[in-house]
C-alpha cells in the first residue's frame, strides 16, 4: 500500500496485530498461502502441511462486536476511507481485511498471518466453497 494508509486499512491491521498479540501463532505464512509448511515434532520434526483457511473481516464486523476476544477496536470516522484503495463507497461495510489461519492437525501447532490485505468488498468478495480451501 502506498505511504498514505488510510484510517480503515490501519483499523484493520490494527485489529489483525491485537489478535496476534492475543494469541500468538507459531508461525507467520502470508496472507495469499493455501499451505504452510512447518517440522512437525508428533511426525518426527518431519515436513508436515498446515491447511490455511481464509478469514475475511469486514471493518463493519469489527465495528458491531466492540470487543474481540479482549481486545478493545476503537475506530472513530469509519466514513473517511481514502481514495487510494479505489473505495467509492465510504460505509465499513465495503472494507474488509483478509488473511489466513491454520493448526497442524497432528500437533496443534498454529500459523497467523501478521499482515493482511485491505479489500474493496465490491471488487473482492469472500471466498465460498472448495475455492475457499
Request: hydrophobic share 35%.
Amino acid at each position: 500500500m502506498a505511504a498514505a494508509e488510510t484510517r480503515a486499512a490501519e483499523a484493520l491491521q490494527g485489529w489483525l496485530d491485537g489478535q496476534n498479540a492475543l494469541q500468538p501463532p507459531l508461525y507467520d505464512p502470508p496472507w495469499f498461502a493455501g499451505r504452510y509448511r512447518h517440522t512437525c515434532p508428533v511426525r518426527a520434526d518431519r515436513s508436515t502441511a498446515l491447511d490455511l483457511k481464509e478469514r475475511y473481516v469486514t471493518l463493519q464486523e469489527l465495528i458491531d462486536r466492540e470487543e474481540v476476544d479482549g481486545w478493545e477496536f476503537d475506530y472513530s470516522g469509519a466514513d473517511e476511507v481514502d481514495v487510494e484503495l479505489g473505495i467509492e463507497d465510504t460505509s465499513p461495510r465495503s472494507v474488509a481485511i483478509i488473511y489466513r489461519e491454520g493448526r497442524c492437525k497432528f500437533c496443534g501447532q498454529e500459523a497467523r498471518s501478521s499482515v493482511g490485505k485491505v479489500v474493496n468488498v465490491a471488487d473482492r468478495p469472500p471466498l465460498e466453497g472448495r475455492v475457499a480451501r
